[in-house]
């Protein structure tokens, strides 16, 4: 069982920055494929970024690209999302998940543990 804990989000507004981190409760968290997804008001989950176990292998959505870094410190059982230059757009509830599928992956589907969301708003 793994238990991923967010935190981090809040409001900021747009061209600013925030840093979610996802604290995991798990001795194998170095053995998890991970990545953070968001969800807004009345649309389907989409991955923002997803980091494989390693720490070698990155995957980023096209709209977040160039201002949003995934990274994971695998002593610390810490996973964290840095994000810059942050639009309205990026407004939604961000999840962190775990998983042991293809690393990597953009498939909500390919992770089975998942955290409760933290709220990132950002206003114009």
């Known amino acids: 069982q793994v238990q991923l804990e967010e935190s981090g989000g809040g409001l900021v507004q747009a061209g600013g920055s925030l840093r979610l981190s996802c604290a995991a409760s798990?001795?194998?968290?170095?053995?998890?494929?991970m990545g953070w997804f968001r969800q807004a008001p009345g649309k389907v989950r989409e991955v923002v970024a997803a980091l494989a176990w390693s720490g070698i292998g990155t995957y980023y959505a096209d709209s977040v690209k160039g201002r949003i870094t995934i990274s994971r410190d695998n002593a610390k059982n810490t996973l964290t999302l840095q994000m810059n230059s942050l639009k309205r757009e990026d407004t939604a509830n961000y999840y962190c998940a775990a998983g042991r599928g293809p690393s990597t992956s953009p498939r909500p589907t390919d992770y089975r543990y998942w955290g409760q969301g933290t709220q990132v708003t950002v206003s114009s």
């Open positions: 798990v001795r194998t968290f170095s053995s998890y494929n």
